[in-house]
């Protein structure tokens, strides 16, 4: 599959599921423009955390909706 290239918030939607929820909590704690422009490396462990957490708390919260259990190492794929 090829690596799709995000540049702005509609490019978002042609991203893998995973992918999506990812980008999408970046754009909503105010961090999209800074890994548009210098990549996901360049985010502090402080914004790493934060978005990782709110992806595990979404994805629970999700868990709990369907009664579904997703793998540890699906959860820490970002």
């Known amino acids: 599959m090829k690596k799709i290239e995000?540049?702005?918030i509609e490019d978002i939607?042609?991203?893998e599921k995973e992918e999506q929820a990812k980008w999408e909590i970046?754009?909503?704690?105010g961090?999209?423009?800074k890994v548009v422009n210098t990549g996901w490396k360049s985010l502090t462990s402080?914004?790493?955390g934060r978005i990782g957490?709110?992806?595990a708390a979404r994805?629970?919260?999700q868990n709990q909706k369907t009664g579904c259990k997703q793998s540890i190492d699906k959860q820490a794929g970002m």
């Open 53 to 55: 957490g709110i992806l």
């Open 59 to 61: 994805n629970k919260k």
């Open 26 to 29: 970046a754009a909503e704690t």
């Open 31 to 33: 961090l999209f423009d």
């Open 6 to 8: 995000v540049k702005t």
């Open 13 to 15: 939607k042609k991203l």
């Open 46 to 48: 402080r914004e790493s």
